[in-house]
């Protein structure tokens, strides 16, 4: 089964937060990361956070860890039509796998 | 290059035929990936090629997947007798050191590859 889950649909309006949720396995996982895959193109490298860490705040984006339960997420404040595309959580499980999510694809509406 | 560079772009092959996938990595990077990515689905880890190391080639899915990498650049990959299931975009990425760590992977755009 999946080591990495995500809900694979979200649709948000233009100007309000999303938030991506993702569960995870692997207890021993030492960085956790988000990627955006956008229409066409391979993947950027959002944020990455440390398993040490509760949270990370890069500009718009604030990434919350939640180790006990698994749990990670991803909220893009003021959401902008740009940010329409896949976002995928990964776990490193060692120093170098990377082991992803199936991606939650994110609309933005007007 | 700038970033990391595949070839082709886009492949469509007739079922049983081999193809040879290209990836040209970031100047500098010692570290190589393979992934393969099926419609919907998330990222399956293939290859991994770090320095003169051998590579990590655990993610191959049958022996009719084989890579190899020059060095530290250019790697091909390879699919023999290729069937209907191997149909996904192949991604290729590198980083400057060891990957995960929290160093950044740069990935490519993929090699979309359509089994007919």
């Known amino acids: 089964g999946e080591d990495v889950e995500q809900s694979l649909f979200l649709s948000v309006r233009e100007g309000d937060s999303s938030v991506i949720n993702c569960t995870y396995t692997?207890?021993?996982?030492?960085?956790l990361y988000w990627y955006k895959q956008e229409p066409g193109a391979g993947l950027q490298l959002l944020t990455y956070?440390?398993?040490?860490?509760d949270m990370k705040q890069d500009q718009r984006l604030t990434v919350l860890l939640n180790k006990k339960d698994k749990h990670l997420s991803l909220r893009i404040a003021d959401t902008q039509t740009g940010d329409s595309a896949i976002y995928f959580c990964?776990?490193?499980?060692?120093?170098?796998?990377?082991?992803f999510g199936a991606g939650t694809t994110v609309t933005v509406r007007a | 290059g700038a970033g990391v560079s595949q070839s082709p772009s886009n492949k469509v092959t007739e079922k049983g035929k081999d193809v040879e996938l290209r990836c040209d990595p970031i100047?500098?990077?010692?570290?190589l990936y393979w992934y393969r990515q099926r419609l919907g689905q998330g990222l399956e880890f293939l290859i991994y090629?770090?320095?003169?190391?051998?590579?990590?080639k655990s993610g191959l899915p049958s022996d009719r997947f084989s890579a190899e990498r020059t060095g530290e650049s250019v790697s091909t990959l390879t699919i023999q007798r290729t069937q209907q299931e191997d149909s996904a975009v192949y991604l290729c990425?590198?980083?400057?050191?060891?990957?995960?760590?929290?160093?950044?992977?740069?990935f490519g755009e993929g090699s979309w590859l359509t089994v007919v």
């Open positions: 990425a590198s980083s400057p050191l060891q990957g995960g760590s929290g160093n950044t992977i740069y």
């Open positions: 692997d207890s021993s996982s030492t960085y």
């Open positions: 956070i440390f398993s040490n860490m």
């Open positions: 990964a776990e490193s499980m060692n120093d170098y796998k990377l082991s």
């Open positions: 100047s500098g990077h010692t570290a």
């Open positions: 090629f770090q320095g003169n190391s051998a590579p990590d």
